[in-house]
């Protein structure tokens, strides 16, 4: 029996003809030219190149602006001996950031030193008490990593102590301006036409790249060519997918390349940490968002992100299965945090009109730690498809985290509003803010007023639109090669959604608390799929069903194809929209 559940519109793509030639001309299942057809991807070379992504189509490093100020500085710091200080921020990009840039240090014989921020402490980014830190540590040059773009104090700060600044970042640029660095690389940069999807670990991949060049130009390898950079793309792969920017250009090259090499186990922090977190190899995209990221992350949002880079730079197992057990457990810790807050965040909005009716959420309450005011935003922002900034009220002064929706650019209306706030910085899903206490009323007026204007309808059921429809039979061993194809799946480049119409349900199970699994039939073809908190959708057995899905490979009891469900009703019933 279906239950009386708010009912999702469905937007299901209609057939394009041109998609059946792409799928002959690939050997591809016909869904599967449907979903290469409705993402842009209409010419058969320009489809395959996707599909395949080597490594060799990454553009070389000179194309990033910026990076040859960058190199003309840090190339005599290296071979004269100076001090290089990398300064990171504390999430899973950051740390991996840094971790690729103080190994790469390392290799090529350069003296380096490495710093933080704490959350709560210092803040976020390239703060002057990071630079003071630097400083005292030796560091003669610094090196931001996913930070430093809307730091001008600190940058300030570094160089009235004599440090020279390289600023890598990646995030959006604040009005007026550039930072006023030596050297400043950021893919978002008005006059860099590089690849802007870029993560901070992906700008400094290619920093070291740029800098590996120049050092062979030199003849500072007295053998060999230098650092082999490939060793460096499972950190690359990790903050990338941890960063939820696009899976699409270079990322995708770069993502996909890096999974295999964290799936060589090279690194004894990542082996640890599959260890600790019970994950089974071979790792996806998915694995890295959902098991590794968050545990590297689960330091910096509770204490210190020290460990988490400690762990990704020993080379000794031993102590990395000891760093590894330490984040899993803080990782624990940050759950039950986490589950506290967006239980009081849900009270909030179930008893305020207001809030219910409001375009952007906009929540504050003293007490909540700032460091998993993020996630919830972003489980806000899910489950009730519409903005959500969340904010931890101490002595006069709000800071916070907020997630966005599909249409709304967050760190552009928050650069419209910088007379309330005290620093602010992020892109268009992801923001960190701080203002004062007092302005935190009129920031939720204002917030709500923009988001009203740009969003059509916030808060109404998301739409799932079903790139393809796909019968049973085409979800055999075939379609397993051309769905690996299609990946790494992420952000810009999702999970495909697709439709089976009209399967009959053999067998109806709940499985755990509130999961639905079906056993499925379609013209003498055989299906299983898994729905995730749909227990309460569970149809009869007999019944024809349309089922909106995205297939998923399983090594779970064997190999085989999952059909996860995102919604399932009666055959032919429902809203959908053409």
Known sequence: MFANLPERPWRVNQPAPQAELLSKSLALPLWLGQVLWSRGLREIQEARGFLESPLKELPPPHGLRGLGRAVELLLPAVQNGLVIGVAGDYDADGVTAT????????????????????????????????????????????????????????VAAAQELGLKVVVTDHHQVPPGPLVGAEAVINPQRDDCEFCSHLAGVGVA?????????????????????????RESLDLVAVGTCADVVPLLDHNRVLVREGLKVLNEGRRPGFKALVEAGRM??????RDVSFGLAPRLNAAGRLDHASPALELLLTRDLAQ????????????????RLEQGILAQALDMV?????????????????????????????????????PALLLSLENGKAVGSGRSVEGFHFQKALARLEGLLTHYGGHSQAVGLTLPTKEVDRLREELNLLAAGELSAPGRPKTLRLEAVARLAELGPRAWGALE????????????LLACLGATVDKVSQVGENHLKLELAQDGARGQAIGFGLAGLAPRAGQEVDLAFMPRISSYGGRHLEMVLEDVRPAGGGESIP
């Open 280 to 285: 089974n190899p071979p790792l996806d995209a």
């Open 99 to 154: 971790a690729l840039l103080v190994d790469f240090f390392r290799q090529v014989g350069a003296r380096v030193v490495w710093e933080v921020p704490h959350r709560v402490e210092d803040g976020y980014g390239f703060s002057p008490a990071v630079a003071r830190r630097l400083a005292q540590a030796g560091a003669q040059v610094a090196v931001t990593v996913d930070c430093g773009i809307s730091d001008a104090e600190g």
């Open 205 to 229: 991949f290619y920093l070291a790249a740029g800098l590996r060049s120049a050092l062979r130009q030199e003849g500072w390898f007295k053998s060999g060519q230098g650092p082999n950079l």
């Open 350 to 386: 179930e008893k305020s009109p207001q809030l219910g009716e409001a375009a952007c959420l906009v929540l504050a309450a003293e007490g909540w730690h700032r460091g998993v005011l993020g996630i919830v935003a972003s489980r806000l922002a899910d489950r009730f498809n519409r």
């Open 485 to 496: 194809g299609l990946a790494p799946f992420g952000q810009g480049n999702p999970e495909p």
């Open 320 to 335: 990395a299965r000891l760093l590894a057990g330490e984040l899993d457990k803080t990782n624990r810790q940050r759950q």
